[in-house]
């Protein structure tokens, strides 16, 4: 069981990257009135068969050669579920996959989001040929973050330069703290 829903996040969004796809978004969003906390991340990748995604939650079913199961989306699964929340993935092959988890925010076994700000930010830096957009909504206060648009700004200037890196970096962590307002999710 991983420590933090920031490293599910992690997790899955992998899959997007070893699925090929060139866009992926992710949300989060919280929405305290309504006790609520859900993880949406869709990407343009290849796509399952219906048999693939009925499988997916197996923890003895992976499509890697390299190991014999696959316990990401298992436990990302009982995670949301075992808070009173919901979980569900839904794809199409040559489209693309949707996972999207909820939880209830004050469910005592509710992990803590954790490092989601390390979490894209590792992500965008380390797969710059892939573009993402990530959202981040806490009540009514959201922000957006879209590599195309900072890729258009920066005109071919790499997002895993150093200076451009640090940028992204500073971007998430002051974003995310004027979102929060002292909410810690």
């Given at each position: 069981m991983?420590?933090?829903?920031?490293l599910?996040?992690l997790?899955?969004?992998e899959n997007s990257?070893?699925?090929?796809?060139s866009?992926v978004?992710?949300?989060?969003?919280?929405?305290?009135?309504?006790?609520?906390?859900v993880?949406?991340?869709?990407?343009?990748?290849?796509?399952m068969?219906?048999?693939?995604?009925?499988?997916?939650?197996?923890?003895?079913?992976?499509t890697?050669t390299?190991?014999?199961?696959?316990?990401?989306?298992?436990?990302y699964?009982y995670?949301?579920?075992?808070?009173g929340g919901s979980?569900s993935?839904?794809?199409?092959?040559?489209?693309?996959?949707?996972?999207?988890a909820?939880?209830?925010l004050?469910h005592?076994?509710?992990?803590?989001?954790?490092?989601m700000?390390?979490?894209?930010h590792?992500l965008?830096?380390f797969?710059?040929?892939?573009?993402?957009?990530?959202?981040?909504?806490v009540?009514?206060?959201?922000f957006?973050?879209?590599t195309?648009?900072f890729?258009?700004?920066?005109?071919?200037?790499?997002?895993?330069?150093?200076?451009?890196?640090?940028?992204?970096?500073?971007f998430?962590i002051?974003?995310?703290?004027?979102?929060?307002q002292?909410?810690?999710?």
């Amino acid at each position: 069981m991983m420590t933090e829903l920031a490293l599910n996040v992690l997790d899955v969004t992998e899959n997007s990257v070893r699925a090929e796809a060139s866009l992926v978004h992710v949300t989060v969003e919280a929405d305290t009135d309504k006790d609520r906390l859900v993880i949406l991340i869709e990407d343009d990748g290849c796509g399952m068969t219906e048999e693939q995604v009925a499988s997916v939650v197996d923890p003895f079913f992976t499509t890697r050669t390299t190991r014999k199961v696959g316990l990401g989306i298992p436990f990302y699964k009982y995670a949301a579920e075992s808070t009173g929340g919901s979980f569900s993935i839904t794809s199409e092959v040559g489209v693309g996959t949707k996972v999207r988890a909820e939880f209830v925010l004050s469910h005592v076994d509710r992990m803590p989001l954790g490092d989601m700000c390390g979490t894209m930010h590792t992500l965008i830096t380390f797969n710059t040929h892939i573009d993402f957009v990530y959202t981040y909504c806490v009540d009514e206060r959201s922000f957006v973050l879209d590599t195309r648009e900072f890729k258009e700004i920066l005109e071919g200037v790499p997002l895993d330069e150093p200076e451009v890196s640090g940028y992204i970096e500073t971007f998430l962590i002051e974003n995310t703290a004027e979102v929060n307002q002292g909410i810690i999710l």
